[in-house]
């Protein structure tokens, strides 16, 4: 006999549980840079590598991030490997920044959303996982590495590198 923990309701899983290969989450940082450093830094060519670890971008266009603009990418989560497009759904500089991936197996979201609060500024980034068949969710699974500790790895190293560049632009005197 199972027995549930948790407020979940009958049938769903216990709160503060998230599954691997789907659902929705949210984090939350505060960064010791200014939102246009912030910005910046999540849109540095040179950072994509790091900033996002299960895609491999190709090239941007030059209107890239600019809402309704795309570019190709390799995604690679678990054990899943596939050709995703990346478009991005909505650039407010130094404001909110959205986007979509697709891929032939899973639909996902990504939203930050920057906020200037005492000083430096309050990131927030959701993001959405729908894995389009069984399989899917499985080699996503087999990576053990979730939704939220994705977003999470997002947000440190986010976080990092824009403490990093305000550092640099405003150097002790």
Do not use: C, Y
């Not at 895609?55 to 030059?62: F, W």
């Amino acid at each position: 006999m199972a027995v549930g923990t948790g407020g979940g309701a009958a049938g769903t899983r216990p709160d503060g549980v998230e599954p691997a290969d789907g659902g929705a989450v949210e984090r939350r940082v505060f960064v010791h840079a200014s939102p246009r450093v912030v910005w910046a830094t999540l849109h540095d060519p040179a950072a994509t590598g790091v900033l996002f670890p299960e895609l491999k971008l190709g090239p941007a266009a030059p209107a890239w991030p600019a809402a309704a603009t795309t570019r190709s990418a390799r995604a690679r989560m678990g054990l899943l490997r596939d050709e995703a497009r990346v478009e991005s759904l909505e650039a407010r500089p130094e404001a909110r920044f959205r986007v979509r991936v697709t891929a032939s197996s899973f639909d996902s979201e990504w939203a930050w959303r920057l906020e200037p609060i005492a000083g430096g500024t309050r990131v927030i980034h959701s993001a959405t996982f729908e894995p389009f068949d069984r399989w899917t969710g499985i080699l996503v699974r087999l990576g053990r590495a979730s939704l939220g500790s994705r977003v999470e790895a997002h947000l440190r190293v986010l976080k990092e590198r824009a403490e990093a560049a305000q550092r640099a632009s405003n150097p002790a005197t």
